[in-house]
C-alpha cells in the first residue's frame, strides 16, 4: 500500500491566520480525502480531493473555510483558513488504493496535530 | 442514532489478558469490515479486514463478525504493553464505497 508524508506534523498558531497542510504520496492514487479527528470523536470527513476535478466537501465543512489544492496524482494541501481555538484538532489525509487491489482499506498519513491559541 | 457505534473507553488491562473490542451498526448493506490501530501521534493503520461474516484469525488477532445482530469484535490473546492504541472499526457496503468509522476504543495494557 502507498506511502504518505504529511506536513506539518504538529503546529501551533494564531487564532485568524492560516495553515497549509501537505501530503504527498508514493504512488499514484486518484482517490485522496482529508479528515478532521477530535479528541474522543470519530475520524469526521472534510472533503474528497480527485486529481483533475474540483474537491466535494462534507455537509459541514466549505472551500472558503478549507481549501484543497490536488495538482497531480501524489499530492494534495489542505488550508485551514481564517483559524479559531475551534479549530485546533488532528488533520489527516488518506487514500484509497481498493480500486487498484493495493489495500483493503484507507491508507492514512500521519496527521497534523494543530492548536489554535 | 449513527451507523457505527464504539465504546470509547478507555479499557486498562493486565499484561496477558484477552481483550474484547466491538462495534455495533445499523446499516445492514455493510459487507466489508476492517479494524485499525492508531499509537498516539499517528495515523491509523490498517490492522484487520474481513469480508460479509465470520472469524479472521492473523496471530495474537482474530477478527469475528455477526451480522444477524450488526456486531463485529475484535480479539487480542496475550495482550502487550505495546498493544496501548486506540482501535477504530470501519465498514462499508462495497469494495469502492465509503468507509464509516467508529469513534474508536483506547486500549490500555499495563505490565
Known amino acids: 500500500s502507498a506511502v504518505i508524508s504529511q506536513k506539518p506534523s504538529r503546529d501551533i498558531c494564531q487564532r485568524g491566520t492560516s495553515l497549509t497542510i501537505q501530503c504527498q504520496v508514493d504512488s499514484q492514487v486518484t482517490m485522496m480525502f482529508w479528515y478532521r479527528q477530535q479528541p474522543g470523536q470519530s475520524l469526521t470527513l472534510i472533503a474528497t480531493a480527485n486529481q483533475g476535478s474540483e474537491a466535494t466537501y462534507e455537509s459541514g465543512f466549505v472551500i472558503d473555510k478549507f481549501p484543497i489544492s490536488r495538482p497531480n496524482l501524489t499530492f494534495s494541501t489542505l488550508t485551514v483558513s481564517n483559524m479559531s481555538p475551534e479549530d485546533s484538532s488532528i488533520y489527516l489525509c488518506s487514500v484509497d488504493e481498493r480500486g487498484q487491489g493495493k489495500s483493503f482499506g484507507y491508507t492514512f498519513g500521519s496527521g497534523t496535530r494543530l492548536t489554535v491559541v | 442514532q449513527k451507523e457505527v457505534e464504539q465504546d470509547p473507553g478507555p479499557l486498562s488491562v493486565p499484561e496477558g489478558a484477552i481483550v474484547s473490542l466491538n462495534c455495533t451498526y445499523s446499516?445492514?448493506?455493510?459487507?466489508?469490515f476492517m479494524w485499525y490501530r492508531q499509537y498516539s501521534r499517528k495515523g491509523p493503520e490498517l490492522l484487520m479486514y474481513t469480508y460479509s461474516s465470520g472469524n479472521k484469525e492473523d496471530g495474537r488477532f482474530t477478527a469475528q463478525v455477526d451480522k444477524s445482530s450488526k456486531y463485529i469484535s475484535l480479539f487480542i490473546r496475550d495482550s502487550q504493553p505495546s498493544d496501548s492504541a486506540t482501535y477504530l472499526c470501519a465498514m462499508s457496503v462495497s469494495n469502492t464505497d465509503k468507509l464509516i468509522f467508529g469513534t474508536g476504543t483506547r486500549l490500555q495494557v499495563f505490565p
Open positions: 446499516n445492514s448493506a455493510f459487507q466489508y
